[in-house]
């Protein structure tokens, strides 16, 4: 990873924020992704457009994999790739909602080694790079620490919380929601929850920045089974996301023995 690849996500979330901002109370031109994945609107594509120009033109022999960019058959042979998310809760976005963000992260050999998620409506911007730690706004974050899932405060959806992902029983939990995965993420990074997860199929897109910033700031991060996580596959999915509370210590996961 160039020494400036960080720096460049970061101009490039602020260009972004830039785009996406002058689209607030405009006409929007809402549609709905086919196989029920959600809206896109104006802004979206507007904000992955600005994207592309600003990190590509930087690092042309990097590969692409955006929610808004059709599929690149070539990253994977890239040697790194740009994974983002050009607006992470495209619903809260269009409700005229603070809550989104901008999720870029750096993918090199499976491994997220660059990140930022920017909330520029409430002033949040995430960093975090290999090795280097994981800062909320310039200042470094970290965990909670909490070893404990009874009594956590957890990011979740209520789905999550069904009786057939919990073989030792559904935990007692202080249970909250955000619209933004990224988000999620970050709030764990930084100690405001204990822990977050989602047990459903995830896009690359939508956590791969948040989990570089949770372990750089060393909270334990793993997919929904708790297994180790992978980026830039062919199919730009991974199997859910669990930060914060090791799943595994709290025996949530079936055992295997």
């Not at 750096?106 to 730690?133: N, R």
């Not at 202080?174 to 764990?188: E, N, T």
């Not at 989602?198 to 570089?212: K, N, P, Q, S, V």
Request: glycine share 10%.
């Amino acid at each position: 990873m160039p020494a400036t690849d960080l720096p460049l996500l970061i101009e490039a979330a602020r260009a972004a924020a830039e785009t996406a901002t002058r689209h607030i109370g405009a006409p929007l031109d809402v549609r709905e992704k086919p196989g029920g994945q959600g809206p896109v609107t104006s802004a979206d594509l507007a904000v992955n457009d600005t994207l592309a120009e600003v990190l590509l033109s930087a690092r042309p022999a990097y590969g692409w994999l955006s929610e808004e960019s059709g599929h690149d058959p070539t990253r994977m042979l890239a040697p790194s790739t740009f994974i983002v998310d050009p607006i992470d809760g495209t619903r809260s976005f269009i409700d005229g909602a603070d809550i989104w963000a901008h999720s870029l992260a750096v993918c090199d050999g499976g491994q997220v080694t660059a990140a930022v998620v920017y909330l520029p409506l409430v002033d949040k911007l995430y960093t975090a790079s290999l090795g280097h730690g994981a800062y909320l706004n310039g200042t470094p974050i970290a965990p909670s620490g909490r070893t404990e899932l009874n009594g956590a405060r957890v990011l979740a959806t209520s789905p999550n919380m069904a009786p057939k992902f919990w073989p030792n029983g559904v935990p007692n939990v202080k249970r909250s929601h955000r619209p933004s995965l990224a988000y999620r993420l970050c709030l764990v990074a930084e100690g405001r929850f204990d822990a977050m997860f989602t047990f459903r199929e995830t896009w690359e897109w939508d956590i791969a920045a948040g989990t570089l910033v949770v372990s750089e700031a060393g909270a334990p991060v793993t997919d929904g089974k708790g297994g180790a996580l992978r980026f830039n596959t062919e199919g730009g999915t991974v199997d859910g996301v669990w930060a914060g509370v090791s799943g595994a210590t709290c025996r949530i996961f079936p055992s295997t023995d």
